[in-house]
């Protein structure tokens, strides 16, 4: 399990000398909007349980939708960071300190989002397995995980730019990636913690290197392009989208 210094240190990665921010708070705001467009009407009774501030554009967003939510994670500085940028925000969201593995909820939730979770922690079979027990038993599961079957991956491997395609970069080690997915390894994870896949969308369709796209200027309505196109082809854009749903016990 991280030291709070770790996840600190990992916490002042995720800012704007991070060289994938942009397409990063791209994917995780298109995330955030689509998961309240894939859950019925809201209530004031709807609670959601969210796991990981990272670059702190995904509570705001979901703030449109939900009135509950808790929001957990790890680091000191993440959530002082957090409450500055946002010191204004409603009574319904409540911020909770405390490493994943380690939190216990008073009640069940609606819904429970996990954006580029599950690469980051030791077992993330435990860490599913664990949420979908604070699962309400129609809830959902929203999680997001970068792809290692992208197509600018599969490009560089193909040329003969990447050995393996699984192999993390510099900015991911940076940033405490462990690992990265697949659309068949995450339907895998899934059912090792007792979830099912019941929708998988691709988030961002990325055709070529960031280094390449901002060499040649990719302008914002390519970029919205490029996460438009992508929700139908989740085995080749840089992230999936996946929302799971618990799997109904045989009596």
């Known amino acids: 399990m991280r030291k709070d210094s770790e996840l600190d240190s990992q916490c002042m990665s995720y800012g704007k000398a991070y060289p994938y921010a942009e397409e990063s708070l791209l994917s995780i705001s ?39 939510i808790v929001l957990v994670d790890g680091s000191a500085d993440a959530i002082a960071r957090f409450r500055k940028r946002h010191p204004d925000l409603p009574p319904g969201v409540e911020i909770v300190r405390s490493m994943f593995e380690e939190f216990e909820a008073g009640s069940r939730f609606d819904v429970i989002v996990m954006g580029f979770v599950l690469e980051h922690v030791e077992d ?74 019941k929708r998988t969308e691709g988030v961002f369709l990325k055709p070529i290197t960031t280094a390449q796209m901002k060499a040649l200027g990719f302008s914002g309505n390519i970029l919205s392009a490029l996460l438009r196109i992508g929700k139908d082809y989740p085995e080749l854009c840089a992230n999936i989208l996946a929302e799971l749903k618990p799997i109904p016990s045989r009596k």
């Open 30 to 68: 298109w995330c955030a909007d689509r998961i309240m467009e894939l859950t019925p009407p809201a209530t004031q009774r709807t609670r959601l349980l969210e796991l990981g501030i990272g670059f702190g554009c995904s509570t705001p967003r979901l703030l449109g939708k939900f009135r509950n």
């Open 124 to 197: 993330p079979a435990f860490v599913l397995r664990r949420m979908g027990g604070f699962l309400k038993p129609k809830g959902s599961v929203f999680v997001a995980v970068p792809n290692f079957e992208s197509l600018n991956r599969r490009i560089g491997f193909e040329a003969g730019l990447l050995d393996d395609m699984k192999k993390l970069g510099e900015a991911d080690l940076s940033v405490g990636h462990r690992r990265l997915f697949s659309t068949e390894s995450l339907a895998r994870l899934a059912r090792k913690a007792g979830l099912a896949v």
